[in-house]
Every structure is written in C-alpha cells, then in structure tokens.
C-alpha cells in the first residue's frame, strides 16, 4: 500500500471517530420550579404595611413577575396575640390601613396560598434619634465624575445620627424622587455606635431642585442580611438574587420586616 493511500485511511479513520463521539445535548433551560416571592413589612406609620406576593419565572422571560391573587394574609402581633387581617387592595398586593407596629414588639406574617402556608418572624427595632441628613456640596476643584460613568450626575447626602441603646443597627433608605419611588437598595449598618455615629454617605442620581423624599428604615438584621444579599447579586430591590438569605418558611423567597421610619424631604441644591 503506497504511502499516499495509507494517508487517506488514516484520514478517514479520524473522522469516522470523530463522528462517533458527537452526541446531541439538549439543555432545557426553562424547567425551573416556580416558587413564591413574598416582600412584606409592617411599619409604626399606619397605612404602612404592605405585603407583596409574586412567582418567579424563567431565567429568560423578560415580562414582569405574575402576581398572586386571593392569598389570606394576616399579621399577629406576637406580644398580644391580636391578628391583623389584610385586604388585597391591587393584584397581588395585600394592605391594612389601620394597622401599625410598636417599638420592641415581635409580628408573625402568615401567607396562605391555596393548601400552603408562610410564616415569618421580625421584630420592630429601636429607633436611632436622626440628627440631620444633609446634601454634599463639591467643593471648587473636586473631581467629578464624566458623563456616561458611574457615579455621573448623582449628588450625595450625609445622615447624622446618635445610637442610645448601644446596639447593632441595621437601616434601610427608601427613596422617592419627584414622587417617582426609585428601585435603587440602600442599606447600611452601624455596629453597636454609641453617641454621634459617622454613617457612610449615599448617593442618589438626581438634578437641580428635584425633590427627595428619603424614608430611613430601621429594620431588624434578618431583612438585613436579605437585602444585602440582594444587593451583592443584582443591586436592585425589585428583583429576587438567587441565593437569598429569606426569613419565610416553607421554600418561599423574600424577606418580612418590622421597620420603623423617620422621615425627611430634601430639594437638591
């Protein structure tokens, strides 16, 4: 056999190898199970609380969370046993008018949705006395940031504040701007502070005299740990990371919170 010809066998024994070895993969990439999510809070304002229940979808579907409907909710108020019921007031969203919390007090969220049940426990924290939140003025000469990059055409604000009780706070800022509810997670924590804390200043994007309506949230370390997984996975508030630290039993997503608020409105200068 010439030397030609073995070349050619040998050819065409590799790519008959080749093919053999070749198999199909079909990855079904939507054969996830849905599982609730179920944002809930309860807060010393009354009309406050609100409990949120969605499902989750497929990792490539781009339309909205469908929202769940005709789910019995109620809020128990652990220290005096009373049961506070909420009304689905819009699809999948569940509200009390009448219904606050009290400093100190520990809630039950029970969620029954057709044959299951979520509970969740969070108790209200002691407040921090707020001292002032105020915006940072740039100074002539300081850097500021491109257009098209991070941080371009936001303004910072620094809150002031002081810690009685010596104990390890955790906060949220929820914030309105133009009366538009921004989805931007702002959470921080002051560890056993006591006196005059020095809080990291935050940013929001915002211009000249728009007017901001900042909620500062003191929320319990379980919420906590939530949303900042949350925030570590996707840094957006209206979305669920997909290893969340949930304190929601039975396999559903989400956090509750028992938060009081303090209040401030601010007009960019």
Not at 63 to 79: E, H
């Amino acid at each position: 056999m010439s030397k030609y010809k073995r070349s050619n066998i040998l050819i065409i024994f590799l790519l008959l190898l080749l093919s053999s070895c070749e198999k199909e993969i079909n990855i079904d990439l939507n054969n996830t199970s849905s599982r609730f999510v179920i944002e809930g809070n309860i807060s010393n304002f009354a009309g406050e609380s609100v409990v949120k229940i969605t499902k989750t979808q497929n990792f490539d579907e781009t339309t909205p969370f469908p929202t769940v409907s005709a789910a019995i909710v109620t809020i128990t108020d652990s220290l005096l046993n009373k049961i506070d019921t909420l009304k689905e007031t819009s699809a999948g969203i569940y509200k009390n008018s009448s219904l606050y919390g009290v400093v100190g007090y520990t809630y039950k969220l029970q969620v029954k949705i057709g044959t299951e049940t979520f509970t969740a426990f969070s108790t209200m924290p002691y407040p921090l006395l707020l001292d002032s939140l105020v915006q940072i003025i740039p100074k002539e000469g300081d850097p500021v940031p491109p257009a098209g990059t991070p941080g371009a055409g936001s303004k910072q604000f620094q809150p002031s504040y002081k810690n009685f009780t010596k104990t390890d706070k955790y906060l949220q800022y929820v914030i309105t701007r133009n009366d538009t509810l921004l989805n931007n997670l702002i959470i921080r924590s002051d560890m056993a502070a006591s006196g005059f804390s020095f809080p990291i200043p935050f940013s929001v994007q915002s211009k000249k005299k728009d007017v901001l309506k900042i909620n500062i949230q003191l929320i319990d370390k379980t919420a906590y740990n939530y949303l900042s997984a949350a925030n570590r996975n996707i840094g957006q508030f209206s979305a669920t990371p997909s290893n969340p630290t949930a304190n929601i039993s039975n396999g559903a997503l989400g956090f509750f919170k028992a938060h009081t608020s303090q209040k401030i409105t601010l007009v960019v200068k």
